[in-house]
Nanobody
Framework: QVQLVESGGGLVQAGGSLRLSCAAS????????MGWFRQAPGKERQFVVG????????RYLDSVKGRFYGSRDNAKNALYLQMNSLNAEDTAVYYC?????????????????WGQGTQVTVSS
């Protein structure tokens, strides 16, 4: 079992930045691909970024490319999401998720473990 806890969300003005963190328990973190997803009210859970177990392979949602940067620190069992140039469409609950293997997926139902989420609200 992997426990994931997100933090760093909050209220930010459009154009601002936030850095989200995901702390993972367990000893298999470095064997799992990780993902950040987000879900706005009335919307499906949306893939934001995936990162492989070693942190070298990433994939981003088109609308966040060049603005968001995902990374991981396996020594700290931590996943990060640096979000820059935020806009109103970024408002959502952000979740980190752990896959069963080294790779990542864009499909939420292919991840085994999820955090509780952290709210990001971008005001205009």
């Amino acid at each position: 079992q992997v426990q994931l806890v997100e933090s760093g969300g909050g209220l930010v003005q459009a154009g601002g930045s936030l850095r989200l963190s995901c702390a993972a328990s367990g000893r298999t973190f470095n064997q799992r691909g990780m993902g950040w997803f987000r879900q706005a009210p009335g919307k499906e859970r949306q893939f934001v970024v995936g990162i492989s177990c070693g942190g070298l392979s990433t994939r981003y949602l088109d609308s966040v490319k060049g603005r968001f940067y995902g990374s991981r620190d396996n020594a700290k069992n931590a996943l990060y999401l640096q979000m820059n140039s935020l806009n109103a469409e970024d408002t959502a609950v952000y979740y980190c998720a752990a896959a069963s293997a080294c790779g990542y997926s864009t499909r939420a139902n292919e991840y085994d473990y999820w955090g509780q989420g952290t709210q990001v609200t971008v005001s205009s």
